[in-house]
């Protein structure tokens, strides 16, 4: 079983609509969770880190259960903007390592 | 805002040549990393240095070596490149530690690496 597990999509979404990406993680020690965005031959961005509580920025908002392991990306009102690959990312505890996800391509079709 | 630099952007070599990428971040950070991102198989890490003067094995080293020259520059070496070798690199800097578990990592643009 991979470490971190995401469905790589494609999702092709219309703009405005709601789409959200679960990932799911195999290690229970896992202590740091982010989102990261990668635009096709750039470098991955920082989207957002999850927070236990949940959290949102905007039109995204993240959350984590770690009773199930896993942690879900909710994308509002969808933009053209938008289309791109969605990292799931994982920091073990005491680690000083992030384990990637091997993305959630989106496109939002106008 | 440089943030982290990479170089060469581009690079093509014959398989047996040998060739260093350059990594340098101007955030102050302790640790930096090197990955490698191949279709369908997600970022994997090569190296890294959690501080100035410490390198560890990540999950696919082989073929590698690094050198953490300073706190700012973080290079890797292929000494003998392969075509398996061929893939785009990303290095990375933050500042984890002393309880900053939740720092992310910065990338730079990445190095798109050919092996013929």
Redesign the interface.
Known sequence: RKEVEQDPGPFNVPEGATVAFNCTYSNSASQSFFWYRQDCRKEPKLLMSVYSSGNEDGRFTAQLNRASQYISLLIRDSKLSDSATYLCVVRDFGNEKLTFGTGTRLTIIP | NAGVTQTPKFQVLKTGQSMTLQCAQDMNHN?M?WYRQDP????R?IY?S?SEGTT?K?EVPNGYNVSRLNKREFSLRLESAAPSQTSVY?CAS?E??RGN??Q???????TRLSIL
């Not at chain 2, 369908?40 to 970022?43: F, Y």
């Not at chain 2, 992310?104 to 990445?110: K, M, R």
């Open positions: 640790s990393y369908g198989m997600g970022l890490l890294y959690a560890d990540g990303f933050s984890v530690g578990s939740n992310p990592q910065h990338f730079g643009d990445g």
